[in-house]
């Protein structure tokens, strides 16, 4: 029985130590294999860790090299586009260039053409100014040595053929003339004419004194044409013969006030034509009377010098009416049609026609440009 218990004593012990023997030896397999298992595991997981990274880095790679390729594409597009965009700018700019210089090339022809042109005028303006300026040289035109001849036959008239006046008679004919116009106590035929003459210096007055003033600066007209409502053509023949004819360059803005406002008016010239009117009437309306017409004969050639020296001084400023009026009328048909050269023909009944005819010339000749 104790052998038997010992038996079970020592096969319980052998069974436990086996046990554990097992166990221990199971365990350290278990150990081995687990860290045999585990450094598998840890090789395997640092292996997928080393794949993963490498995948990761590959794909890294990839992302990079995708990226890096994309950014030269993009560097490729933005430099394209940059070349593009510098060679429109340098297009652009040389376009722009180009037309500026063409624009500064056509300003420039262009200043240059009106600088040549403003230089031109002044010239042309100054060789005017220094040709007005200069004396006229009379001596070489025709007409004017014809009206200096008349000058000289009237002043010869006044000295040597005109009767001399006995006593006060031409005082008191002025007197007569003044204190009672028009009423008889006077010949009507040379009050007619005595009154003409005042007529006829206004008309000379409006055809002359526009082309004065600056124009005219060694010769002034309204000196002559002031003077020549006392002496007639003695005061205005001067002038006439030296004066410098003024065509262009005359503007209505450009003239005093009474001469704008009076000698240019059209009222002005219809009352010298009304004026002259009434002298034509109330000469003709006498001329077939026979005792008025000796008694003007008798006047002129026996007993008045102021009778005989006024018919002539009438007749003399009716003859070298033409000249004044032309010049006039060109002076007024420049501005307005230079081209064409029958506009400047005087109708030949304003000067044909004594006193009444250059009135209605004053009542319709064309006005100044302003």
């Not at 006593?167 to 004919?173: E, H, K, N, T, Y």
């Not at 506009?343 to 004053?362: A, C, E, H, I, K």
Request: net charge positive; with cysteine.
């Amino acid at each position: 029985m104790i052998f038997f218990v010992k038996f079970l004593f020592c096969f319980f012990r052998f069974f436990l130590q086996f046990t554990f023997a097992l166990i221990f030896h199971s365990s350290e397999k278990m150990t081995t294999t687990t860290t045999l298992l585990v450094s598998r595991a840890m090789r395997g997981t640092t292996k997928t860790t080393s794949k993963l990274s490498r995948n990761n880095n590959n794909i890294n790679n990839n992302r990079k090299i995708r990226c890096g390729f994309a950014m030269t594409i993009q560097k490729k597009k933005k430099m394209e586009e940059g070349k593009r965009n510098v060679f429109f700018a340098t297009t652009t700019t040389t376009m722009v260039t180009m037309k500026d210089k063409r624009l500064v090339v056509v300003t420039r022809a262009h200043n240059t053409n009106t600088n040549n042109n403003n230089n031109k005028e002044e010239e042309e303006e100054e060789e005017e100014e220094e040709e007005q300026q200069k004396l006229y040289k009379f001596w070489e035109d025709s007409e004017r040595l014809a009206i200096l001849g008349l000058w000289f036959a009237l002043l010869a008239v006044a000295t040597f053929v005109s009767p001399k006046t006995v006593g006060s008679f031409d005082a008191d004919l002025i007197t007569r003339l003044v204190s009672s116009p028009f009423q008889g106590q006077v010949n009507p035929l040379f009050e007619s004419l005595f009154n003409s003459l005042g007529v006829v210096p206004m008309v000379y007055a409006c055809l002359l004194v526009p082309g004065g003033g600056e124009k005219q600066p060694k010769l002034q007209p309204k000196f002559f044409v002031g003077a020549s409502f006392a002496l007639g053509f003695f005061a205005l023949g001067p002038y006439l013969i030296a004066r410098t004819p003024v065509i262009n360059g005359v503007k209505k803005s450009d003239l005093g006030f009474v001469t704008k406002n009076i000698l240019e008016s059209k009222i002005n010239a219809l009352l010298l034509t009304a004026f002259s009117g009434f002298l034509y009437f109330w000469a003709f309306s006498h001329v077939f009377d026979a005792a008025v017409v000796s008694e003007f004969v008798t006047l002129l050639t026996k007993q008045s010098t102021l009778a005989c020296v006024s018919t002539c001084d009438l007749i003399v400023l009716s003859l070298v009416m033409k000249t004044a009026i032309q010049e006039d009328l060109q002076r007024r048909s420049s501005s307005l049609s230079s081209s064409s050269s029958s506009s400047s023909d005087v109708n030949p009944l304003f000067y044909l026609l004594p006193v009444l005819g250059p009135s209605l010339y004053l009542l319709t000749r064309p006005e100044l440009e302003e």
